[in-house]
């Protein structure tokens, strides 16, 4: 599975941005998504997930302003972004796992290239 996240860009606090992820390859809708998220000089954290089933998950720093969702008959899965703060900025992966529901990145196999989220105050 190749992994391609795409929608990154800078925005002010407040605005929203929806970032993409296309998956190429067979079995895309057998596959727990999830979204993952980097800024500068910190560790590497969740941020949200998607199941097969389209039971979701978020990171308590954005629920309520981030919303997963995707469309298996286009191999895509999307992170619509609201209400951005400046703490949000960072680059942002997403990531395809077998089986069930994580939030640790090590379990998930197949990795986007990332995408930048810029949010100035």
């Known amino acids: 599975v190749q992994l391609q996240a795409s929608g990154g860009g800078v925005v002010q606090a407040g605005g929203s941005l929806r970032l993409s992820c296309a998956a190429s390859?067979?079995?895309?809708?057998?596959?727990?998504m999830g979204w993952f998220r980097q800024a500068p000089g910190k560790e590497r954290e969740f941020v949200a997930a998607?199941?097969?089933?389209?039971?979701?998950n978020y990171a308590d720093s954005v629920k309520g302003r981030f919303t997963v969702s995707r469309d298996n008959a286009k191999n895509t899965v999307y992170l619509q972004m609201n209400s951005l703060k400046p703490e949000d900025t960072a680059v942002y992966y997403c990531?395809?796992?077998?089986?069930?529901?994580?939030?640790?990145?090590?379990?998930?196999?197949?990795w986007g290239q990332g995408t930048l989220v810029t949010v100035s105050s």
């Open positions: 990531a395809a796992k077998g089986g069930y529901m994580s939030t640790m990145s090590h379990e998930y196999i197949y």
């Open positions: 390859g067979r079995s895309f809708s057998s596959y727990v």
């Open positions: 998607i199941t097969w089933g389209r039971n979701t």
